[in-house]
Every structure is written in C-alpha cells, then in structure tokens.
C-alpha cells in the first residue's frame, strides 16, 4: 500500500483537500496526516472543527510515503519552522510529488523550493507577511500550475487540484479527464 503524507496545521482549509481525501483509492492508498505539534494535541482547521493527526513532525520518514499534500490556509507562522522545511525540502529533492494549494506554498517558499520552478497561489505580493518567501516573480496567474513534480493550485481551484493530484499519484488514470466530474457539475444522482 502506498501512503500519502498530509499536513494539518491550525487554520489548514479542509475544503481545499476534502475531494482529494474522498477520491484517494483506499484500497490502494493510505492517507497519513502530521502536524508540528506534540503527540495527541489537536489541530483546529479554519471550519472550527479537530483532528489529532497520526503523526508528529518527528515521527516523519519521507522514504515511507510517495508524496506530501499542503492544505492553504494561514501559513505564516510556520515560515521558519526548520523541521517541517526540511520534510518538505527532502520530498523535493527526492523528486516525490508534492502538492500544494492556496496559501500551502508558502512553505514550499520557505523551503527554497519556489526560486526553483514556476508556480500559483492564493497570495499575492499585499500580503506582506509571505513576500520573503515567495519569489513573485516565479508566479504564474494561473489557477493549477503543475512544474516539475511539484503541483500548485489557487484555492477555489480545489477540484482541478485534486484531479492533478490523483492523476500524479496513481490514483486515477492520466488520461482521465474529469475523474471528479460528480462534483463539478450538480445532478440529480
């Protein structure tokens, strides 16, 4: 079975992934969510609601997992920290797949990994707190840009995202076009 690391963090957008987490093929993948807190301390995402993630920080061994998901969400206090952008820096640098959408790049900034590839997110350069870690001028004003192996997304662009992602991992086949088309468009069914 091939595992997938998710990050949750205080604010994590659970809208931004819920469709990746509901598509992923569970037979197939196990989904494995971390936080920077200690064991057992909850996460509240920006719906107000909980989770305890799996695992800690530290319990992290990237050769384990086949790719690494960011949520958006507010990034900024976690610009410095140095554990999380070095997980993040070895998916990179081990070519695995890393998806990250809305305000979630931001730590791929952070980790030196947007000087490196072209990208989009849900920040622009007002949004003072993020500009030492963004590289504008790799931005691309588009919704889902996908370089390399690295797959970024706008924040309302969350069904393309996980599209992408499922197609990137294996879940869904390549050529697929609208693996998710039951939540593009409503139906009677």
């Not at 936080?35 to 530290?58: D, F, N, Q, R, W």
């Not at 319990?59 to 990034?75: K, Q, Y």
């Not at 622009?124 to 192996?149: A, G, S």
């Not at 309302?156 to 995202?161: E, K």
Request: hydrophobic share 40%; proline share 5%.
């Amino acid at each position: 079975m091939k595992k997938i690391l998710l990050f949750i963090y205080d604010s994590f957008a659970e809208f931004e992934i819920v469709l990746f987490t509901t598509a992923l093929n569970q037979e197939e993948f196990q989904l494995v969510t971390f936080s920077t807190k200690p064991a057992g301390e909850t996460v509240t995402g920006v719906s107000s609601m909980s989770y305890v993630p799996t695992l800690t920080i530290e319990d992290i061994d990237v050769n384990e997992f086949e790719a690494l998901v960011i949520p958006g969400g507010t990034t900024h206090p976690l610009l410095t920290h140095q554990p999380l952008q070095a997980i993040i820096r070895a998916f990179y640098d081990q070519h695995k797949t890393i998806a990250a959408i809305c305000g979630g790049p931001a730590l791929l900034g952070a980790a030196g990994i947007l000087q490196e590839i072209t990208f989009t997110a849900s920040l622009t350069p007002d949004d003072h707190e993020y500009n030492d870690v963004m590289h504008w001028d790799n931005k691309l004003e588009q919704m889902l840009v996908v370089d390399r192996q690295v797959i970024t997304a706008t924040g309302s662009n969350y069904v393309q995202f996980a599209e992408e992602v499922l197609r990137r991992i294996g879940s869904v086949p390549e050529d697929e076009q609208n693996p998710l088309q039951y939540f593009r468009e409503p139906s009677m069914n």
